[in-house]
Structure formats: structure tokens, C-alpha cells
């Protein structure tokens, strides 16, 4: 994970300081990628430690379809609180996903049988950000679209990030598509290979300088690894997914800008 450390200290070194929707403001650069060998380890940050039960929580909600979010209450996942209005965080993620535009399209299973019979298409993609629905949602996606590429028996996907809090969100997104990449190649009898992230506005909130800076002072420890027991994509528990021999630095505070 040391390109994450990389991305974050150029930012913090050549950050442009900007205003934002939140009123925080942030050292930001446009246009930056980070690519992870899921060969080489599952891509779970270790310079300060992750709640992974969230990263899993978070990805079954999300191929459930569900907008409502009582399934992440009741696992004790509080990471769309802020957002939901009545419990309900609109036609985001999920929704998109498994019924896009209301109009009954379901882009996984669609996308899973693309891969299992053309796996050369060029149209593996799943879109999250709808514009027709924006209006709808109490947070347009910033994980904004997804491709799949297949090649020599692996399969690799490619996320177009449209904005990226680099301290608290970033490494939670690079988890749970990292993870999703994972459960699709299983599910088409695919190995997992490369995760590649574009990012549109790479940001750092200024509240988190202190703590980016901490972070990036650490040296990353080795990678961990997952076990996973095959399932039907849409029924998985979090027993089934299990996080092997992750060895991480302190865990490090920092407050999220609504």
C-alpha cells in the first residue's frame, strides 16, 4: 500500500487548498490512480487499522439492492447515519445496481453473465451515479461507474471515482471494491487481479492534515490476505468472508465532513 502513501504525501506536499460543499476545505489534485495486485495480498490499508466487518456489511448491503439501512444498524455499521433520513438513504448504490432507474435493470446479474459468456466485451460495466435519480439520493455516489476486464483466466476492474476523501474514505472504497472483485471472479470461476482506481477530485480535508501526516510517517506492514467460502453472490454473511493474518498500526481518529 505504499502508492497510498505516496498519493497522500504528494498531496499534502502539492495540494491545491480549495473550498468545498462541506465547509471544511481541502488540499486537493485531479486526475490520480492508484493499481493493486490482489496476487500480491488483499489491499486492506495497515498504517492504521480498518473496520472490516463495515467493508463487508457495507458491500452485502449494497448487492442486496437496499436503500434502507437498518441491516448496517442492527450489525452495528454506522457509516450512513449521517446520511439517512427515516433509515433511508435513497436510490443510491444498491438501488442503482440491482434496479437502475427503477426500471428493473440489474446490472450485476447482468454483468455476471456478460463476464461467464462474453468474457472479451468490452460493456462489463455496472454505473452507479444516475443523473435522472440524483435528486433522490441523500449522497451521489462518488464511486461513480466500474469495468470489468477479463484476460488469461483473471479478472481485473477498473473504478472511476469522481471525488475521494483520501484519509477516511478512500481506503474504506479501495477495500470494499477490492472485496466485490474478489466475489465476482468466484462467482464466474475467474482468479482476481488487478483493481485499478481513477480519481476525479483526490482530496484531503483539512481537518485531517495531522492525521494524514501521522499515517504516512508509518511503515506499511505486509498484506493480509481473505478466505472466502463460495456462495450465490446475493446470499453471503459475514461468516463466510475472513480476514487472514492483518497486522496494523494504531487506529487514528479524524471526523467526517457531512
Known sequence: MKNYLTLANKILVNGNERSDRTGTGT??????????NLEDGFPLITTKKMFFKGIIGELIWMLSGETNIKFLQDNNIHIWDAWSKNNDVGKVYGYQWRNFNGQ?????KNVIESIKNYPTSRRHLVVSYNPAQ??????????????FYV???KLSLHLYQRSADLFLGVPFDIAVYALLLNLIALECGLLPFELIISYGDTHIYLNHIEQMKKQVSREPYKLPNIGIKKKDIFNYTFEDIQLIDYKF??????????
Open 27 to 36: 488540499l486537493s489534485l485531479f486526475g490520480e490512480q492508484l493499481k493493486f
Open 134 to 147: 440524483i435528486n433522490e439520493m441523500s449522497l451521489p455516489p462518488c464511486p461513480s461507474f466500474f469495468q
Open 151 to 153: 484476460n488469461n483466466n
Open 249 to 258: 498500526h494504531n487506529k487514528i481518529n479524524g471526523e467526517i465532513s457531512i
Open 104 to 108: 428493473n435493470i440489474d446490472q450485476i
